[in-house]
């Protein structure tokens, strides 16, 4: 059964600082993405990472994925209060079509 | 272009009183997925459907909740007999014929069973 964990859960920070989110999943798959919800809204697609190694860059926010090690990272950097949310990593089941599995998300709060 | 549209937003619904969940997916995306997210959870897969057509029901509970996708209108989410534990946020997703690599939220409904 295909498992997708994120940590951390939480996560305060400073603006200005720079922090990474891990997005760890259990079994081949070859589409993660990431999305962002804010309270209340649905969820905004962020990136799509289709193959090893693959980085994608918006803004102040970094994605990148590796397959062999079954692991995307989201880094943000000089964070600013804009980007307070829940940040969601997914994979794609095995499926055709393929069902999303999501990880727990991470909440982050940049404070001033 | 119009995005994923579900309505209603918020529905409320007593114990034991039945719960019609609509989607209509982006123009041209004949992919829809249906989710469901608990408080403080993340999202849960419950459904996938193409018109007509049932394809991976494995996060559906076995009872009260059904789901539809007919040649024409929206996509249904069913719950008979709703439970306090039915409380949550549904959310419709849908994707093109031609690629599923990403899919588009809609807004969701918010279930509140009293």
């Known amino acids: 059964e295909l498992k997708v964990e994120q940590n951390p859960l939480f996560l305060s920070m400073q603006e200005g600082k720079n922090y990474t989110i891990y997005c760890n999943y259990s079994?081949?798959?070859?589409?993660l993405y990431w999305y962002r919800q804010d309270p209340g809204k649905s969820l905004e697609s962020l990136f799509v990472?289709?193959?090893?190694?693959a980085v994608k860059q918006e803004g102040r926010l970094m994605a990148s994925l590796d397959t062999k090690a079954r692991l995307s990272t989201l880094h943000i950097t000089a964070a600013v209060h804009d980007l307070s949310a829940t940040y969601f990593c997914?994979?794609?089941?095995?499926?055709?079509?393929?069902?999303?599995?999501f990880g727990q998300g991470t909440e982050l709060s940049v404070k001033p | 272009n119009a995005g994923v549209m579900q309505n209603p937003r918020h529905l409320v619904r007593r114990r034991g009183q039945e719960a019609r969940l609509r989607c209509s997916p982006m123009?041209?995306?004949?992919?829809v997925y249906w989710y469901r997210q608990l408080p403080e959870e993340g999202l849960k897969f419950m459904v996938y459907?193409?018109?007509?057509?049932?394809?991976?029901e494995s996060g559906m509970p076995k009872e009260r909740f059904s789901a539809e996708f007919p040649k024409e209108g929206p996509s249904i989410l069913r719950i008979q007999q709703v439970v306090r534990g039915d409380s949550a946020a549904y959310f419709c997703?849908?994707?093109?014929?031609?690629?599923?690599?990403?899919?588009?939220f809609g807004p969701g409904t918010r279930l509140t069973v009293l």
């Open positions: 997703a849908s994707s093109p014929p031609s690629s599923t690599d990403t899919q588009y």
């Open positions: 079994t081949t798959s070859d589409r």
């Open positions: 990472l289709l193959s090893n190694g």
């Open positions: 997914a994979v794609r089941g095995a499926t055709q079509g393929g069902k999303l599995i």
């Open positions: 123009k041209g995306h004949s992919h």
């Open positions: 459907l193409q018109k007509e057509n049932i394809i991976d």
